[in-house]
C-alpha cells in the first residue's frame, strides 16, 4: 500500500448530478481546511462549472460529463411502460442497460485512474456513498480510500459491501457516517463496525449569519409585510421531503394564524414525479392556500431566504440521514421545527434549540406550527439557542480537524 506523505494530495470524489446537500457540505469540509493542515484538495464531480460556481474556491477542480446514471435507467423504464410491445421487451433491455452501464463503470474508472497518476494522488475521499468507480481505481494504484456515507443507500448496498469485500478489507480504511443513525444503518447493511466513525456535516455559520442585510430585500420582492409571519421549507420538492405535508399543516394553523405565510424554496429538478409537483402546485392554489404560499423555485442565495424568514420546517417523511436545512435554520437564528426520527434528533435539543414532532402527524406539526407562530419569546429563544449550538457543534473548522486526524489515523 502506498504510504501517505504528509497528506497533500487529497482527491474528493462526488458523483451526484444533482446540486444539493452533500456537494454544499464538501465545499463546507474544505473551505473549513486551515492552511496549516498542508492539504491540497482535488474535486472531482459530474456537475457542470456553472453549476459548481464558486463553491470551491481552493481547491483544484475537475469534472466528468456523465451521460449514463440513475436518470437514464428511470426514464428507460419509463418509456419502457407504454405499449404492449415495449413491455414485452423491457426484461431484455433492462438486462442491456445493466451490462452498459458496467462498462461505463469501468470506463469512468480508467478517467479516475489517470486522474489519480496524473495529479500525485495520495488519498481518494469518496464524498457520498460506495462509489465503485473511484474505490476501483484507488485499488488499481494502491491508494486508500475514505468513504463518506451522506444518506441512506437501499440495502442493496449489502450486497456491494459483500461483492467488494477484498476492497472493504484493503483499500476502504474509514467509513464516516454524518449521523449515528447512518452509521447503524451502515452497520446492519454489513459495513465492519470497526470501520465505522461519526462526524457531523460542518456548516460555515458566518455565511449565514452575515445573510442578515439581506432580509428585507427578499421581504420587499415577495411583497411580505413586516408583521406576518413566515415559515419556510427548503429542498426538493419531491414526495419523501414531505412538501404535501407540510401545505396540509399550513392549511390547519391558517385556522388561527392569521397573518401566517409559507415559502417553499427549491424545485422538482432532481424528481421524476411530474405529478407531484402538479399536486403540489394545485394545493399552493386551492382557496384555503392561494395567496398564503410562494413557490420561489431553485434559488442558489439560500441563506438569504432563510434569513427572510421566521420558522424554518423539516418535514420529512422518511427518516433523514442528516436534515442539513435544520443546521442551516439553526446558523440564522430561526425557529426550527423538525421529525423526531433519522438524524434531526441528533441535531435538535427538543425545547432548547428547536422543536421536535412526531413523524407523519400532520396534526402534530400544525400545532407546532401555531405555537411558534404564536409565541415570540419562543421563536427568538429557539433561534438564539440554535446558533450557539451551530458554532459549538458543527462549526465547519471543528469538523474540518476531525476529518483530517482521521485521514492521519
Same mark, same amino acid.
Given at each position: 500500500?502506498?504510504?501517505?506523505?504528509?497528506?497533500?494530495?487529497?482527491?474528493?470524489?462526488?458523483?451526484?448530478?444533482?446540486?444539493?446537500?452533500?456537494?454544499?457540505?464538501?465545499?463546507?469540509?474544505?473551505?473549513?481546511?486551515?492552511?496549516?493542515?498542508?492539504?491540497?484538495?482535488?474535486?472531482?464531480?459530474?456537475?457542470?462549472?456553472?453549476?459548481?460556481?464558486?463553491?470551491?474556491?481552493?481547491?483544484?477542480?475537475?469534472?466528468?460529463?456523465?451521460?449514463?446514471?440513475?436518470?437514464?435507467?428511470?426514464?428507460?423504464?419509463?418509456?419502457?411502460?407504454?405499449?404492449?410491445?415495449?413491455?414485452?421487451?423491457?426484461?431484455?433491455?433492462?438486462?442491456?442497460?445493466?451490462?452498459?452501464?458496467?462498462?461505463?463503470?469501468?470506463?469512468?474508472?480508467?478517467?479516475?485512474?489517470?486522474?489519480?497518476?496524473?495529479?500525485?494522488?495520495?488519498?481518494?475521499?469518496?464524498?457520498?456513498?460506495?462509489?465503485?468507480?473511484?474505490?476501483?481505481?484507488?485499488?488499481?494504484?494502491?491508494?486508500?480510500?475514505?468513504?463518506?456515507?451522506?444518506?441512506?443507500?437501499?440495502?442493496?448496498?449489502?450486497?456491494?459491501?459483500?461483492?467488494?469485500?477484498?476492497?472493504?478489507?484493503?483499500?476502504?480504511?474509514?467509513?464516516?457516517?454524518?449521523?449515528?443513525?447512518?452509521?447503524?444503518?451502515?452497520?446492519?447493511?454489513?459495513?465492519?463496525?470497526?470501520?465505522?466513525?461519526?462526524?457531523?456535516?460542518?456548516?460555515? /455559520?458566518? !455565511?449565514?449569519?452575515?445573510?442578515?442585510?439581506?432580509?428585507?430585500?427578499?421581504? @420587499?420582492? #415577495? +411583497?411580505?409585510?413586516?408583521? %406576518?409571519?413566515?415559515?419556510?421549507?427548503?429542498?426538493?420538492?419531491?414526495?419523501?421531503?414531505?412538501?404535501?405535508?407540510?401545505?396540509?399543516?399550513?392549511?390547519?394553523?391558517?385556522?388561527?394564524?392569521?397573518?401566517?405565510?409559507?415559502?417553499?424554496?427549491?424545485?422538482?429538478?432532481?424528481?421524476?414525479?411530474?405529478?407531484?409537483?402538479?399536486?403540489?402546485?394545485?394545493?399552493?392554489?386551492?382557496?384555503?392556500?392561494?395567496?398564503?404560499?410562494?413557490?420561489?423555485?431553485?434559488?442558489?442565495?439560500?441563506?438569504?431566504?432563510?434569513?427572510?424568514?421566521?420558522?424554518?420546517?423539516?418535514?420529512?417523511?422518511?427518516?433523514?440521514?442528516?436534515?442539513?436545512?435544520?443546521?442551516?435554520?439553526?446558523?440564522?437564528?430561526? /425557529?426550527? !421545527?423538525?421529525?423526531?426520527?433519522?438524524?434531526?434528533?441528533?441535531?435538535?435539543? @427538543?425545547? #432548547? +434549540?428547536?422543536?421536535?414532532? %412526531?413523524?407523519?402527524?400532520?396534526?402534530?406539526?400544525?400545532?407546532?406550527?401555531?405555537?411558534?407562530?404564536?409565541?415570540?419569546?419562543?421563536?427568538?429563544?429557539?433561534?438564539?439557542?440554535?446558533?450557539?449550538?451551530?458554532?459549538?457543534?458543527?462549526?465547519?473548522?471543528?469538523?474540518?480537524?476531525?476529518?483530517?486526524?482521521?485521514?492521519?489515523?
Amino acid at each position: 500500500m502506498q504510504a501517505i506523505s504528509n497528506m497533500k494530495k487529497i482527491l474528493y470524489v462526488e458523483d451526484g448530478i444533482g446540486f444539493g446537500g452533500s456537494l454544499i457540505s464538501l465545499a463546507e469540509l474544505i473551505n473549513g481546511f486551515d492552511p496549516s493542515m498542508d492539504i491540497d484538495p482535488y474535486v472531482l464531480t459530474y456537475q457542470r462549472a456553472d453549476i459548481l460556481g464558486d463553491l470551491f474556491p481552493h481547491s483544484t477542480n475537475l469534472q466528468i460529463n456523465r451521460w449514463i446514471s440513475y436518470r437514464t435507467k428511470v426514464k428507460l423504464e419509463g418509456f419502457l411502460e407504454n405499449g404492449k410491445i415495449r413491455r414485452l421487451i423491457k426484461p431484455l433491455v433492462i438486462k442491456g442497460y445493466v451490462l452498459l452501464d458496467v462498462i461505463y463503470q469501468f470506463y469512468l474508472s480508467l478517467i479516475v485512474y489517470r486522474i489519480l497518476r496524473k495529479h500525485g494522488i495520495e488519498l481518494v475521499h469518496c464524498n457520498n456513498g460506495f462509489q465503485v468507480e473511484a474505490v476501483r481505481a484507488a485499488a488499481w494504484t494502491g491508494i486508500p480510500v475514505i468513504m463518506h456515507i451522506r444518506g441512506l443507500p437501499d440495502k442493496s448496498i449489502g450486497k456491494k459491501i459483500t461483492h467488494h469485500k477484498d476492497w472493504v478489507d484493503k483499500v476502504i480504511k474509514r467509513v464516516i457516517g454524518i449521523t449515528e443513525h447512518v452509521s447503524k444503518y451502515m452497520i446492519e447493511c454489513g459495513m465492519p463496525e470497526g470501520k465505522l466513525i461519526t462526524i457531523f456535516d460542518p456548516l460555515d /455559520a458566518d !455565511i449565514y449569519v452575515n445573510a442578515k442585510s439581506k432580509r428585507q430585500g427578499i421581504r @420587499d420582492n #415577495y +411583497d411580505l409585510a413586516d408583521d %406576518e409571519i413566515v415559515v419556510a421549507l427548503f429542498g426538493r420538492i419531491t414526495r419523501w421531503k414531505g412538501t404535501l405535508e407540510f401545505l396540509q399543516a399550513l392549511e390547519i394553523s391558517l385556522q388561527q394564524c392569521p397573518k401566517l405565510k409559507a415559502m417553499v424554496v427549491g424545485d422538482a429538478s432532481d424528481s421524476e414525479d411530474p405529478e407531484y409537483t402538479a399536486e403540489i402546485e394545485s394545493l399552493a392554489e386551492s382557496p384555503i392556500l392561494k395567496g398564503r404560499v410562494i413557490l420561489t423555485g431553485f434559488q442558489t442565495n439560500v441563506q438569504d431566504f432563510y434569513q427572510a424568514v421566521d420558522i424554518v420546517a423539516h418535514t420529512s417523511i422518511e427518516p433523514e440521514p442528516l436534515g442539513r436545512v435544520v443546521t442551516e435554520g439553526m446558523a440564522c437564528e430561526k /425557529a426550527v !421545527i423538525a421529525m423526531d426520527e433519522g438524524g434531526p434528533p441528533e441535531l435538535v435539543i @427538543d425545547e #432548547y +434549540d428547536g422543536i421536535l414532532v %412526531e413523524p407523519r402527524n400532520i396534526e402534530k406539526l400544525a400545532e407546532a406550527f401555531t405555537r411558534v407562530y404564536q409565541d415570540a419569546d419562543l421563536r427568538k429563544k429557539l433561534g438564539e439557542n440554535g446558533l450557539k449550538s451551530v458554532r459549538k457543534r458543527f462549526d465547519h473548522h471543528e469538523i474540518a480537524k476531525q476529518v483530517v486526524a482521521l485521514y492521519q489515523d
